[in-house]
Protein backbone atom coordinates (compact mmCIF):
# COMPACT_ATOMS: atom_id res chain seq x y z
CA UNK A 1 0.00 0.00 0.00
CA UNK A 2 1.19 3.56 -0.78
CA UNK A 3 1.97 6.21 1.58
CA UNK A 4 -0.68 8.36 -0.79
CA UNK A 5 -3.70 6.41 -1.09
CA UNK A 6 -3.63 5.98 3.23
CA UNK A 7 -6.08 8.50 4.67
CA UNK A 8 -4.48 8.84 7.95
CA UNK A 9 -7.31 10.64 9.03
CA UNK A 10 -9.81 8.93 8.45
CA UNK A 11 -8.32 5.93 11.02
CA UNK A 12 -7.52 8.34 13.35
CA UNK A 13 -11.48 9.44 13.35
CA UNK A 14 -12.47 5.43 13.09
CA UNK A 15 -14.26 6.60 9.96
CA UNK A 16 -12.48 3.41 7.88
CA UNK A 17 -14.07 0.13 7.65
CA UNK A 18 -12.50 -3.22 9.12
CA UNK A 19 -10.80 -4.26 5.90
CA UNK A 20 -9.30 -0.39 5.57
CA UNK A 21 -8.21 -0.22 9.81
CA UNK A 22 -6.00 -3.53 9.29
CA UNK A 23 -4.48 -2.42 5.60
CA UNK A 24 -3.54 0.70 7.17
CA UNK A 25 -2.27 -0.74 10.77
CA UNK A 26 -0.30 -3.41 9.04
CA UNK A 27 1.28 -0.23 6.54
CA UNK A 28 2.03 1.53 9.67
CA UNK A 29 4.13 -0.78 10.94
CA UNK A 30 6.48 -0.47 8.05
CA UNK A 31 6.53 3.13 7.55
CA UNK A 32 8.56 5.20 9.76
CA UNK A 33 6.96 8.55 8.24
CA UNK A 34 3.47 7.38 8.39
CA UNK A 35 3.83 6.79 11.85
CA UNK A 36 5.85 10.64 12.28
CA UNK A 37 2.38 12.31 10.53
CA UNK A 38 -0.20 9.66 12.87
CA UNK A 39 1.80 11.31 15.74
CA UNK A 40 1.25 14.67 14.43
CA UNK A 41 -2.03 14.08 13.95
CA UNK A 42 -3.23 12.49 17.33
CA UNK A 43 -1.63 15.64 18.97
CA UNK A 44 -3.54 17.62 16.67
CA UNK A 45 -6.19 16.00 17.66
CA UNK A 46 -5.88 15.86 21.22
CA UNK A 47 -5.04 20.38 21.10
CA UNK A 48 -8.89 20.78 19.20
CA UNK A 49 -10.64 18.15 21.47
CA UNK A 50 -9.21 20.49 24.25
CA UNK A 51 -10.77 23.65 22.98
CA UNK A 52 -14.12 24.34 24.04
CA UNK A 53 -17.16 24.62 22.29
CA UNK A 54 -18.57 28.15 20.94
CA UNK A 55 -22.15 28.25 20.83
CA UNK A 56 -23.06 30.91 18.46
CA UNK A 57 -25.24 33.36 19.88
CA UNK A 58 -29.18 33.38 19.16
CA UNK A 59 -29.64 35.51 16.29
CA UNK A 60 -26.42 34.77 14.34
CA UNK A 61 -27.78 33.05 11.89
CA UNK A 62 -29.78 36.41 11.23
CA UNK A 63 -27.04 38.78 11.61
CA UNK A 64 -24.44 36.14 9.12
CA UNK A 65 -27.35 36.38 6.04
CA UNK A 66 -27.62 40.06 6.77
CA UNK A 67 -24.48 41.02 6.40
CA UNK A 68 -23.86 38.81 3.18
CA UNK A 69 -26.99 40.40 1.83
CA UNK A 70 -25.26 43.79 2.65
CA UNK A 71 -22.26 42.76 0.69
CA UNK A 72 -23.79 41.68 -2.26
CA UNK A 73 -25.69 44.74 -2.55
CA UNK A 74 -22.97 46.66 -1.86
CA UNK A 75 -21.93 44.75 -5.16
CA UNK A 76 -24.63 45.60 -7.09
CA UNK A 77 -24.63 49.23 -5.95
CA UNK A 78 -20.96 49.58 -7.31
CA UNK A 79 -21.80 51.75 -10.52
CA UNK A 80 -24.69 54.35 -8.97
CA UNK A 81 -22.04 56.96 -8.81
CA UNK A 82 -21.76 56.88 -12.98
CA UNK A 83 -24.67 58.95 -13.80
CA UNK A 84 -22.75 62.41 -11.93
CA UNK A 85 -19.58 62.15 -14.09
CA UNK A 86 -22.05 61.73 -17.43
CA UNK A 87 -23.95 64.76 -15.98
CA UNK A 88 -21.22 66.23 -14.94
CA UNK A 89 -19.70 66.05 -19.01
CA UNK A 90 -23.07 67.05 -20.29
CA UNK A 91 -23.24 70.08 -18.46
CA UNK A 92 -20.22 71.00 -19.48
CA UNK A 93 -20.98 70.86 -23.44
CA UNK A 94 -24.06 72.74 -22.71
CA UNK A 95 -22.38 75.21 -20.40
CA UNK A 96 -19.21 75.13 -23.03
CA UNK A 97 -21.78 75.92 -26.54
CA UNK A 98 -24.01 78.55 -24.66
CA UNK A 99 -20.64 79.98 -23.56
CA UNK A 100 -19.60 80.23 -26.49
CA UNK A 101 -22.47 81.49 -27.97
CA UNK A 102 -22.69 84.66 -25.50
CA UNK A 103 -18.79 85.28 -26.20
CA UNK A 104 -19.29 85.77 -29.98
CA UNK A 105 -22.75 87.39 -29.61
CA UNK A 106 -21.28 89.82 -27.28
CA UNK A 107 -18.21 90.80 -29.47
CA UNK A 108 -20.01 91.12 -32.45
CA UNK A 109 -19.70 94.31 -34.08
CA UNK A 110 -22.46 94.41 -36.32
CA UNK A 111 -24.89 96.13 -33.93
CA UNK A 112 -27.82 94.67 -36.67
CA UNK A 113 -27.42 91.04 -36.14
CA UNK A 114 -26.58 91.27 -32.60
CA UNK A 115 -29.80 93.00 -32.03
CA UNK A 116 -31.83 90.60 -34.17
CA UNK A 117 -30.05 88.06 -31.88
CA UNK A 118 -30.61 89.67 -29.03
CA UNK A 119 -34.29 90.39 -29.38
CA UNK A 120 -34.71 86.34 -30.77
CA UNK A 121 -33.25 85.55 -27.37
CA UNK A 122 -35.49 87.44 -25.40
CA UNK A 123 -38.67 86.54 -26.91
CA UNK A 124 -37.54 82.80 -26.19
CA UNK A 125 -36.96 83.38 -22.55
CA UNK A 126 -40.08 85.27 -22.05
CA UNK A 127 -42.28 82.35 -23.36
CA UNK A 128 -39.89 79.56 -21.71
CA UNK A 129 -36.45 78.53 -20.46
CA UNK A 130 -33.58 78.51 -22.85
CA UNK A 131 -32.98 75.09 -22.00
CA UNK A 132 -37.11 73.87 -23.23
CA UNK A 133 -35.89 71.93 -25.86
CA UNK A 134 -38.90 73.32 -28.56
CA UNK A 135 -38.10 76.40 -27.52
CA UNK A 136 -33.86 76.18 -27.69
CA UNK A 137 -34.54 74.19 -31.70
CA UNK A 138 -37.06 77.61 -32.32
CA UNK A 139 -34.53 80.09 -30.87
CA UNK A 140 -31.93 78.24 -32.61
CA UNK A 141 -34.20 78.05 -36.01
CA UNK A 142 -35.49 81.76 -35.84
CA UNK A 143 -31.65 82.80 -35.31
CA UNK A 144 -30.29 80.98 -38.71
CA UNK A 145 -33.78 81.69 -40.56
CA UNK A 146 -33.14 85.27 -40.28
CA UNK A 147 -29.28 85.71 -40.24
CA UNK A 148 -27.65 82.28 -42.19
CA UNK A 149 -28.30 83.44 -45.92
CA UNK A 150 -27.36 87.58 -44.76
CA UNK A 151 -23.72 86.27 -44.33
CA UNK A 152 -23.79 85.61 -48.15
CA UNK A 153 -22.87 88.69 -50.56
CA UNK A 154 -25.45 87.67 -52.69
CA UNK A 155 -28.74 86.82 -50.35
CA UNK A 156 -32.09 86.62 -52.01
CA UNK A 157 -33.68 86.31 -48.72
CA UNK A 158 -36.72 88.11 -48.48
CA UNK A 159 -37.34 87.46 -44.98
CA UNK A 160 -34.11 88.61 -43.95
CA UNK A 161 -34.59 91.90 -41.50
CA UNK A 162 -30.68 93.02 -41.90
CA UNK A 163 -30.85 96.22 -44.40
CA UNK A 164 -28.25 96.34 -46.80
CA UNK A 165 -27.51 92.93 -46.96
CA UNK A 166 -30.17 91.96 -49.91
CA UNK A 167 -29.46 91.34 -53.66
CA UNK A 168 -30.79 94.19 -55.12
CA UNK B 1 -35.52 63.32 4.14
CA UNK B 2 -35.93 59.85 3.37
CA UNK B 3 -34.36 57.81 0.12
CA UNK B 4 -37.39 56.57 -0.26
CA UNK B 5 -38.76 60.55 -0.93
CA UNK B 6 -35.66 60.96 -2.46
CA UNK B 7 -36.17 58.84 -5.13
CA UNK B 8 -39.43 60.24 -5.86
CA UNK B 9 -38.36 63.91 -6.18
CA UNK B 10 -35.72 61.96 -8.43
CA UNK B 11 -38.72 60.94 -10.80
CA UNK B 12 -41.17 63.96 -10.68
CA UNK B 13 -37.76 66.47 -11.36
CA UNK B 14 -36.83 64.25 -14.56
CA UNK B 15 -40.56 64.35 -15.89
CA UNK B 16 -41.01 67.88 -15.37
CA UNK B 17 -37.64 68.62 -16.94
CA UNK B 18 -39.22 68.05 -20.24
CA UNK B 19 -42.35 69.79 -19.71
CA UNK B 20 -41.55 72.53 -17.39
CA UNK B 21 -39.40 76.02 -17.37
CA UNK B 22 -35.97 75.85 -17.14
CA UNK B 23 -35.20 71.99 -17.79
CA UNK B 24 -31.15 71.29 -17.68
CA UNK B 25 -30.99 72.39 -13.56
CA UNK B 26 -33.92 69.85 -12.70
CA UNK B 27 -32.54 67.33 -14.96
CA UNK B 28 -29.15 67.54 -12.98
CA UNK B 29 -31.06 67.42 -9.98
CA UNK B 30 -33.31 64.42 -10.75
CA UNK B 31 -30.22 63.06 -11.17
CA UNK B 32 -27.85 64.02 -7.61
CA UNK B 33 -31.45 63.02 -6.03
CA UNK B 34 -31.88 59.68 -7.84
CA UNK B 35 -28.01 58.76 -6.88
CA UNK B 36 -28.44 59.94 -3.68
CA UNK B 37 -31.84 57.87 -3.08
CA UNK B 38 -29.57 54.67 -4.53
CA UNK B 39 -26.91 55.37 -2.21
CA UNK B 40 -28.91 53.89 0.54
CA UNK B 41 -28.89 49.97 0.76
CA UNK B 42 -31.42 48.96 1.92
CA UNK B 43 -33.73 50.91 -0.20
CA UNK B 44 -36.95 48.36 -1.29
CA UNK B 45 -36.43 47.81 -5.27
CA UNK B 46 -39.94 49.95 -5.79
CA UNK B 47 -37.99 53.01 -4.85
CA UNK B 48 -34.86 51.59 -6.68
CA UNK B 49 -36.65 51.65 -9.84
CA UNK B 50 -38.42 55.33 -9.55
CA UNK B 51 -34.79 56.22 -8.81
CA UNK B 52 -33.25 54.42 -11.95
CA UNK B 53 -36.24 56.20 -14.03
CA UNK B 54 -35.33 59.69 -12.69
CA UNK B 55 -32.12 59.26 -13.65
CA UNK B 56 -32.62 58.20 -16.89
CA UNK B 57 -35.35 60.59 -17.74
CA UNK B 58 -32.88 63.83 -16.13
CA UNK B 59 -29.84 61.79 -18.67
CA UNK B 60 -31.66 61.78 -21.26
CA UNK B 61 -33.24 65.29 -21.26
CA UNK B 62 -29.26 66.09 -21.07
CA UNK B 63 -27.98 64.53 -23.98
CA UNK B 64 -31.03 66.36 -26.52
CA UNK B 65 -30.07 70.04 -24.89
CA UNK B 66 -26.09 69.11 -25.75
CA UNK B 67 -26.99 67.11 -29.30
CA UNK B 68 -29.47 70.44 -29.77
CA UNK B 69 -26.53 72.94 -28.70
CA UNK B 70 -23.57 70.93 -30.74
CA UNK B 71 -26.07 70.91 -33.76
CA UNK B 72 -26.66 74.50 -33.85
CA UNK B 73 -23.54 76.59 -32.08
CA UNK B 74 -21.53 76.05 -35.38
CA UNK B 75 -23.86 77.28 -37.52
CA UNK B 76 -24.48 80.26 -34.94
CA UNK B 77 -21.39 80.91 -34.51
CA UNK B 78 -20.62 81.29 -38.26
CA UNK B 79 -23.54 83.90 -38.51
CA UNK B 80 -21.78 86.00 -35.60
CA UNK B 81 -19.02 86.43 -37.18
CA UNK B 82 -20.22 88.19 -39.96
CA UNK B 83 -18.85 91.75 -40.28
New interface residues.
Partial sequence: MECSKINLSAYLDNELSQEEKQKVSEHLKNCKNCVEEIKVLSKLNNLVNKQKEIEPSSNFNMKFWERVR?DE??KK?GL??L??P??AI??F??LF??T??SY??LN???FE?KNI?LQRVKETVFC??I???SC??NL?DR??HN??K??EIECNCKQCKIKGRHKK | MKNSKLAVVSLILGIFSFIHLLGVEKAVLSVVFGVLALKEINQTQKFKKIAYVGISLGIIYLIIIAVIVTFYSPQLLNILKIK
Avoid: G, M
Fill in positions: KDKAFWPLATLLIIQLNFALNKDVVSSSNILICCILCCK
